[in-house]
């Protein structure tokens, strides 16, 4: 998952919803003030207002209707395609995508935005504000969704946790199930975006389906998911810059001082955080996806022919007492390790660098768990679609395809490096020139990843809690840009100190895995596919819109009306529970064998101890 996020700004430049000059509503509202819109009323204001008074049957209504239509545009739009040609497809492949002026205008007649209530709107307004920036077909769908999921560099860790068989299995069923909550993201998609009430991300489809408190416990949830990752990120960077600084076979000692590393990445990462509008992290989040790629080849490719990085393993788990420390270094120094072995089933005790037993299991369970991490940005990218019913091919491409990206690079690196393999496949290689070569790489797209993390983590708190609860001044005013300046080093600062308590990446990176990324990925889909279902059942044959009104009518409502919906849907809600607790007690159990190893890297599991100078790279 090590380019997530990025993928939506590696196309045209950026997401086009952030450009203020081509559509200022948007960016209006997407930068949390609505006060910067034009007065009167707004339809792009209207689209994206959390409106309570709105009923979730209306949601379905204009779905439908929405729907129809672009059934009907993309045939007409199929029929009006030249002929297939070899010419035809790289002019594709290089056009910017803007096809929905038949979908989106009709000649002769006047788009305006702004009105005195919403009843003065045509339908054409509703669909031209709507469509405006929806042009990704499902091939760049796939593109970004693989490069938003795939980071294979934790893969080989994976498996020198959980060994070949069980880490095979592992990354199957939970590849499934991953694609099963972007089939459940899709469907509740498809169901309730419409032009009247586009809906762009999760927070959005939990208030349409449960409420405002639910929409309130998912934004802060995204959040501390954002922060967690920055710091996860300052301490991965850290350890890049604290390798570089050793030098070749330790030249340099230990380099320079530890922390000193983790604070120059906080450092950079305040004066890179300072970019406050997403549409310039275009051009950025390009040159990280593909750092991200090129490192992860030089890492198979440079394990094949060199031996593991000894000095990592025996810093980071190697400490005198540890299981893994005894059993491969049994003299208490590097040079006395043992040969390299790899294992069918799950390493025996001492040999899975995670932990013992089931805790060492559920390590490696946790990397695949975030390995899959992606289904948090599916409804932005299902809102910059033209024909969101195409959005299942490019899904199902993509996650075949990471799929085997996964097992290859895994099954690849850890069959020559057995239980040395580290967390990161890149610091886990050994000649000094590739490893410093992959570890500028990494610092450079991190960086990026870790500042892109950190905007949208701090937009989300400074809009839904600074500025719905506080009524702090919109970002894009005087004040609002002083107090944005003001909160990225405090951001960073934090996250510096998060990073600084963790003696060990992969613990700290296994909890992030656990608590929040799998929640995303199969806990929360899980949960919305319930109460979608549930209220979609509950549904009367002679309840409906009234046209006059605009309104949905029901004849009932509480606890009957859920049974009702419950039973109408039963076995599917009832698959869905059982998913959705099945989920939380894989997330529960993740988190705890997380934080008993965090634990035993504090007891003296790792050389590297809280705020310390050693560096666990120095061996």
């Avoid at 796939?142 to 095979?168: E, K, M, Q, R, V």
């Amino acid at each position: 998952m090590a380019s997530q996020n990025l993928a939506n700004f590696a196309l045209d430049g950026g997401d086009p919803r952030m450009d203020e000059k081509k559509n200022p509503g948007q960016y209006a509202l997407d930068n949390g003030h609505e006060a910067g819109l034009a007065t009167g009323f707004s339809i792009e204001a209207a689209q994206v207002h959390n409106d309570s008074s709105v009923l979730f049957e209306e949601y379905l209504h204009y779905a439908k209707i929405t729907r129809a239509e672009e059934r009907e545009y993309e045939g007409n739009l199929i029929k009006r395609k030249d002929p297939w040609s070899l010419g035809g497809i790289i002019k594709n492949r290089f056009s910017k995508g803007h096809v929905h002026e038949v979908n989106a205008v009709v000649d002769g007649d006047t788009i305006t935005t702004t009105h005195n209530n919403w009843s003065t709107v045509t339908d054409l307004e509703w669909r031209q504000a709507s469509r405006a920036t929806r042009t990704a077909s499902w091939g760049s769908i796939f593109f970004l969704i693989t490069t938003d999921i795939l980071g294979p560099s934790g893969a080989p860790w994976a498996f020198s946790n959980t060994g070949y068989g069980p880490g095979a299995a592992l990354y199957t069923a939970f590849g499934l199930m991953a694609s099963i909550s972007g089939w459940y993201v899709w469907g509740v998609y498809m169901h309730m975006d419409s032009d009247r009430y586009p809906l762009r991300d999760f927070g959005q489809a939990f208030f349409r389906v449960f409420g405002k408190e639910v929409r309130h416990m998912i934004n802060v949830l995204q959040s501390l998911q954002m922060f967690m990752l920055v710091a996860v990120l300052i301490l991965s960077l850290g350890g890049s810059v604290s390798q570089v600084s050793i030098g070749k076979d330790g030249a340099n000692g230990n380099g320079v001082c530890f922390i000193v590393c983790l604070l120059i990445i906080a450092i950079l990462g305040m004066v890179l955080g300072q970019i406050r509008t997403l549409q310039r992290f275009g051009w950025l989040a390009n040159l990280s996806v593909w750092t991200t790629v090129i490192t992860s080849f030089m890492a198979i490719g440079v394990s094949a022919t060199s031996s593991p990085n000894y000095a990592t393993m025996f810093g980071s788990f190697g400490g005198a007492g540890s299981a893994y420390g005894d059993r491969n270094f049994p003299n208490g120094t590097m040079e006395s390790h043992i040969p390299i072995q790899t294992f069918a089933g799950t390493p025996p005790d001492g040999f899975a660098s995670g932990g013992t037993g089931f805790l060492g299991t559920y390590q490696g369970i946790n990397t695949i768990i975030y390995a899959y991490g992606g289904a948090m940005l599916f409804f932005n990218l299902l809102a910059e679609m033209r024909n969101p019913w195409d959005f299942w091919k490019g899904m199902l491409c993509a996650d075949i395809f990471i799929y085997l990206v996964y097992m290859f690079f895994g099954l690849f690196q850890y069959s020559y490096q057995g239980q040395y393999t580290y967390n990161t496949a890149i610091q886990s290689i050994n000649p000094y020139n590739y490893q410093t070569a992959g570890n500028i790489l990494s610092i450079i797209g991190g960086l990026i990843a870790a500042a892109l993390y950190g905007n949208i983590g701090i937009k989300v708190i400074y809009n839904n809690v600074f500025m719905e609860l506080f009524h702090f001044p919109a970002l894009t005013t005087k004040r609002g840009k002083l107090i944005w300046v003001a909160m990225v080093p405090i951001y960073w600062s934090l996250a510096f100190v998060v990073a600084g308590a963790v003696p060990e990446l992969g613990d700290i990176s296994s909890l992030v895995g656990a608590f929040c990324i799998g929640n995303f990925t199969y806990t929360f889909p899980a949960l919305l596919k319930i109460g979608f279902e549930v209220k979609k059942g509950a549904m009367l044959p002679d309840e409906g819109f009234d046209e006059n009104t605009k309104k949905y009518v029901r004849h009932d409502g509480g606890l009957k009306r859920w049974f009702r919906g419950y039973r109408k849907s039963f076995l599917l809600t009832s698959f869905n529970i059982f998913y959705f607790l099945g989920s939380l007690v894989v997330c529960g159990l993740g988190s705890y064998s997380a934080i008993k190893a965090l634990i035993g890297a504090f007891s003296g599991g790792s050389v590297t101890t809280s705020f310390d100078c050693r560096s666990p790279y120095a061996g």
